[in-house]
Each structure stands twice: as structure tokens, then as C-alpha cells.
Nanobody, 128 residues
Framework: QVQLVESGGGSVQAGGSLRLSCAASEYIGADYCVAWFRQAPEKEREGVAAIGRSGMTSYADSVKGRFTISKDNAKNTPALQMNSLKPEDTAMYYC??????????????????????WGQGTQVTVSS
């Protein structure tokens, strides 16, 4: 099973930007769905952005227009560019993946239950 490790978190002021990366132990093929989630203290884990076949993407309403998910590097792992950060974006951010049986990821789900592999998370703190 693929292993994931997030990086790129940190502390920024409101309005700033961060880019999160997700390293994988093996190549993330087209048969994988990948996504970013976040969890703030005492809150449920929520989907932030997901990417599927042909660059199809899904975003939480709260981050649309500010965050961009993409696949980069030789292992095709997902990155998350976060711009115009707000204090309410403060959370632990997780990279997640699941391998489909259909050959391609046909639906970029934002539901945590749809993913089987998770990284350890990287903390993002946005101050006002």
C-alpha cells in the first residue's frame, strides 16, 4: 500500500500563501483518486480539494477561488496551493489516496470515508 508524507505547512499571516506537497512511496497512477483534507481542533475532518481523471477537480465551497490542487513531480503526487489564507483555514492538513478498480478516478470525492490511505498531516496556522 502506498505511503504518503505531507510537507509545506507552517505559520503565515492572513492573506498569505502556502504550498503543501505530498510525497508518496510509489508512483500515483491514473487509477488513484487523491485529495487534501483538513481537521481543526474539535471539528470533523473535512474535504478541501480532490483531483481525478483528466484533471477533474472538486473543492470545498470555503476554499473555491483560493486553493488549487494539482499533481506534480515524477510520482504524480498531489500538491495544494493555498492563497489568500484566512484564520479559519488553520488546521492539520492531510493528503489522502485511494486506488480504484475502474482504471481511472471517475469521481473526485471530498468524503473522508472514500479514501483508504492517509498521511500523518502537516499543520497550517494562519494568524489575523
Amino acid at each position: 500500500q502506498v505511503q504518503l508524507v505531507e510537507s509545506g505547512g507552517g505559520s503565515v499571516q492572513a492573506g498569505g500563501s502556502l504550498r503543501l506537497s505530498c510525497a508518496a512511496s510509489e508512483y500515483i497512477g491514473a487509477d488513484y483518486c487523491v485529495a487534501w483534507f483538513r481537521q481543526a481542533p474539535e471539528k470533523e475532518r473535512e474535504g478541501v480539494a480532490a483531483i481525478g481523471r483528466s484533471g477533474m477537480t472538486s473543492y470545498a465551497d470555503s476554499v473555491k477561488g483560493r486553493f488549487t490542487i494539482s499533481k506534480d513531480n515524477a510520482k504524480n503526487t498531489p500538491a495544494l496551493q493555498m492563497n489568500s489564507l484566512k484564520p479559519e483555514d488553520t488546521a492539520m492538513y492531510y493528503c489522502a489516496a485511494r486506488r480504484t478498480v475502474f482504471g481511472e478516478c471517475w469521481f473526485a470525492s471530498l468524503s473522508p470515508g472514500d479514501y483508504t490511505t492517509w498521511g500523518q498531516g502537516t499543520q497550517v496556522t494562519v494568524s489575523s
